[in-house]
């Protein structure tokens, strides 16, 4: 079965607000990453944790190993965070959750 | 660093014909991941390689699908006998080890 399930699997913002991200994990993982698919189908790294939290800019992201779930948070949302968020965790593979559909609109 | 490479961008084949596709990793990463994308499946693993030993490949169809790397700065797909459902993005992927991945912009297949 599915190893990671990620929700909300769509999600509408105005710009200058902000959500959340989930993440939760039903086997262990060693660490999660998060990408951001953007119009031209490129995945692009966002972060990689094995454990706590990162900030980088508007996206803060954290791992709770323990619980198994880890969340990314997105303040101040943008038109270019548009896009399909996805959360990775690392155990015997790499498994990806369903992608999150980000639309912010003005 | 240019960052993975993938090749062709776009293929468009017949049905039955032979695909093959080609990455290169990022300088100094050791291990290479190869996944597949469709808006049904979402992103599904195939295979990966460490040092350019095939370490796992339960992801890989068995009769038609076949990964190698036969050097450390490119790794292939290749798809044999190919079916409208084998079109799909193709996504290559290496990292320092299994760490933190970098993708590359896929090789989108098309299989008529």
């Given at each position: 079965?599915?190893q990671?399930?990620?929700?909300?699997s769509?999600?509408?913002?105005?710009?200058?607000?902000?959500s959340?991200?989930?993440?939760?994990?039903?086997?262990t993982?060693r660490?999660?990453?998060?990408?951001?698919?953007?119009?031209?189908?490129s995945l692009?790294?966002?972060f990689y944790l094995?454990s706590g939290t990162?900030?980088?800019g508007?996206?803060k992201s954290?791992?709770?190993?323990?619980?198994?779930?880890?969340?990314l948070?997105?303040r101040?949302?943008?038109?270019?965070?548009?896009g399909?968020?996805?959360c990775?965790?690392?155990g015997?593979?790499?498994?990806?959750?369903?992608g999150?559909?980000?639309?912010?609109?003005? | 660093n240019?960052?993975?490479?993938?090749?062709?961008?776009?293929?468009?084949?017949?049905?039955?014909q032979?695909a093959?596709?080609w990455?290169?990793?990022?300088s100094?990463?050791?291990?290479?991941f190869?996944?597949?994308?469709?808006?049904v499946?979402g992103?599904e693993?195939?295979?990966?390689?460490?040092?350019?030993?095939?370490?796992?490949?339960?992801?890989m169809?068995?009769?038609?699908?076949?990964?190698?790397?036969?050097?450390?700065?490119?790794?292939?797909?290749?798809i044999?006998?190919?079916?409208?459902?084998?079109?799909?993005?193709?996504?290559?992927?290496?990292?320092?080890?299994?760490?933190?991945?970098?993708?590359?912009?896929?090789?989108?297949?098309?299989?008529?």
């Amino acid at each position: 079965g599915d190893q990671v399930e990620q929700s909300p699997s769509a999600l509408s913002l105005h710009e200058g607000t902000g959500s959340a991200l989930r993440c939760n994990f039903t086997t262990t993982m060693r660490a999660v990453q998060w990408f951001q698919q953007n119009s031209r189908g490129s995945l692009i790294n966002l972060f990689y944790l094995a454990s706590g939290t990162k900030e980088n800019g508007r996206l803060k992201s954290t791992f709770n190993s323990k619980e198994s779930y880890s969340t990314l948070h997105i303040r101040d949302a943008q038109l270019e965070d548009s896009g399909t968020y996805f959360c990775a965790g690392t155990g015997s593979k790499l498994s990806f959750g369903k992608g999150a559909k980000l639309t912010v609109s003005p | 660093n240019a960052g993975v490479i993938q090749t062709p961008r776009h293929k468009v084949t017949g049905k039955g014909q032979e695909a093959t596709l080609w990455c290169e990793p990022i300088s100094g990463h050791s291990a290479v991941f190869w996944y597949r994308q469709t808006i049904v499946q979402g992103l599904e693993f195939l295979t990966y390689f460490r040092n350019q030993a095939p370490i796992d490949d339960s992801g890989m169809p068995k009769e038609r699908f076949s990964a190698q790397m036969p050097n450390q700065s490119h790794s292939t797909l290749k798809i044999q006998s190919t079916q409208p459902q084998d079109s799909a993005v193709y996504l290559c992927a290496s990292s320092f080890d299994t760490g933190q991945l970098y993708f590359g912009e896929g090789s989108k297949l098309t299989v008529l």
